[in-house]
């Protein structure tokens, strides 16, 4: 090739490189942008099934407190139950008591009554036995009058004797149960006391859990605010990510059209360079048949010059001569090389404008992994269904035919594919190992896409599965997938 042809190409390639920088500069600021967009949905989620478990385990800590109060106030209300019976107890021990003095101070009053009278009775039969008694007893006919008179005296004095005896028993059975009643007076108070006592600790008790259970009730509000503040800023998240999802399609629309304008540039450009290489090599032929005609010319001239011409001089021509259809041929040679890589950019090119369009609608999509199952829905945690295959590294193909838009590795999620298959319909696959498809190829519905396990964030069996509807290349809305 020509100096001239080189610096053609240099001064192309250089153009072409400088048209593309600038786009693919703006997409990567949107894709990392979107990157970090995602991160920080991951930590949100993160940040809020976290909220939501502490809320959990102090809803726990509320009811098992609810359940102590009420044990408590159970223990109380038994507490006051028994304090009461005691206290009924104790006042009718006290009236028992108080009837035992009386019975006491009655059965005393009797046997001082009674000693009182033996007393005087005993005083005066000493006053009277050496007189009135004998003589009493002399009045008597007979012995055995005095005797039967004697022993109805005895017997009257042990009578009066057996009376205070009798009086003496009841008064130390009544002294006895009168111990006896204080005792249990005593142990009744003791345990008015231990009951009074245990009702105050239960008391402090249950005050002691009602201020944790506020203190537990104020907790949890504030967990419910900060959980609300963090599903709005959720929320403002989704919307960045669909605005920025939104950036990205409508920048690949604007490199996708600067694309087939530069095509369109390469193709007229290409038939510039044919027409010139056309030109170019007819050029070269008529110098090889002037060049043919010359060595002719010279073989001619050096029969006529044959005995003239020393031998060194026709080796140097002829050597001329062989380096000349040298340089011809290499020239040649890179005249058809270039004229095959413009025939094979022409079939690409060709190929490229030959594809079909993609279809107006999709139908029902197809499940985007065989066996998986899905173990969180659209809408628990986000635009997006969590899908789990049955083992690590688990295939994923495409839910629908389609064009792949974007093949891009995030550290958050990992691999991530997109693919749009209608003017209104795109898919999303996160968390893939290095997918087996590029950016602008054509996926076939069930077209393997790649296999789960690339998501720090995700087990190594389960993927993020995205459906967007678009409208005129924009993102409208996440949308629950039609399997």
Not at 288 to 306: M, N, P, S, T, V
Not at 447 to 460: I, K, M, N, R
Request: proline share 3%; hydrophobic share 35%.
């Amino acid at each position: 090739m020509s100096p001239r042809l080189k610096r053609r190409a240099a001064w192309m390639l250089l153009s072409l490189s400088l048209l593309g920088s600038g786009p693919a500069q703006t997409l990567n600021q949107l894709q990392q942008q979107l990157e970090q967009a995602r991160e920080a949905r991951e930590v949100q989620d993160r940040r809020i099934r976290s909220l939501q478990q502490e809320i959990n385990r102090l809803s726990a800590r509320q009811k098992q407190l609810g359940t102590q109060l009420s044990s408590l106030e159970a223990r109380i209300a038994r507490l006051e139950n028994e304090r009461l019976k005691v206290e009924e107890q104790l006042k009718d021990t006290q009236a028992r008591v108080a009837d035992v003095n009386s019975r006491i101070a009655v059965t005393e009053a009797r046997v001082a009554r009674q000693k009182l009278q033996v007393q005087k009775v005993m005083l005066q039969l000493y006053r009277d036995r050496s007189g009135r008694y004998v003589k009493l007893l002399s009045q008597e006919d007979n012995i055995y009058d005095i005797l039967i008179k004697a022993r109805y005296l005895d017997r009257l004095g042990r009578q009066d004797l057996e009376v205070i005896e009798e009086l003496r028993g009841s008064l130390q059975q009544l002294d006895t149960q009168k111990q006896e009643l204080l005792a249990l007076t005593e142990r009744l108070n003791a345990l008015q006391r231990d009951l009074v006592a245990r009702t105050d600790r239960v008391q402090a008790e249950r005050d002691r859990q009602q201020s944790t259970l506020a203190e537990l009730r104020r907790t949890a509000a504030g967990r419910q605010q900060l959980l609300l503040q963090t599903a709005e800023a959720q929320r403002d998240t989704q919307a960045r990510i669909g605005n920025l999802f939104n950036a990205i399609l409508a920048e690949r629309a604007r490199i996708e059209e600067e694309r087939r304008r530069r095509e369109e540039e390469e193709r007229k450009r290409r038939e510039e360079e044919r027409r010139r290489l056309e030109a170019q090599r007819r050029e070269l032929e008529r110098q090889r048949l002037e060049a043919q005609r010359r060595e002719e010319e010279r073989r001619r001239l050096e029969a006529q010059r044959a005995a003239a011409a020393s031998r060194e001089a026709a080796a140097r021509q002829a050597e001329q001569a062989r380096l000349e259809r040298a340089r011809l041929e290499r020239e040649a040679a890179a005249v058809r090389q270039r004229e095959q890589q413009l025939e094979q950019q022409e079939r690409q090119a060709a190929a490229a404008s030959s594809r079909p369009p993609l279809p107006a609608s999709v139908g029902r999509l197809s499940f985007p992994m065989p066996g998986g199952r899905v173990v969180r829905r659209y809408g628990q945690e986000g635009p997006y269904e969590l899908i789990a295959g049955p083992a690590p590294g688990s295939p994923v193909q495409a839910s629908a035919e389609g064009e792949v838009l974007q093949v891009q590795y995030y550290a958050a999620t990992g691999w991530v594919v997109l693919i749009r298959h209608s003017d209104s319909l795109a898919t999303s696959y996160s968390g893939l190992q290095q997918p087996v498809v590029s950016a602008g190829d054509r996926v076939a519905r069930n077209q393997l896409l790649g296999y789960t396990g690339g998501s720090p964030s995700l087990d190594p069996e389960s993927f993020q599965f995205s459906v967007a509807a678009l409208r005129n290349n924009q993102l409208q809305g996440w949308v629950a997938p039609n399997y």
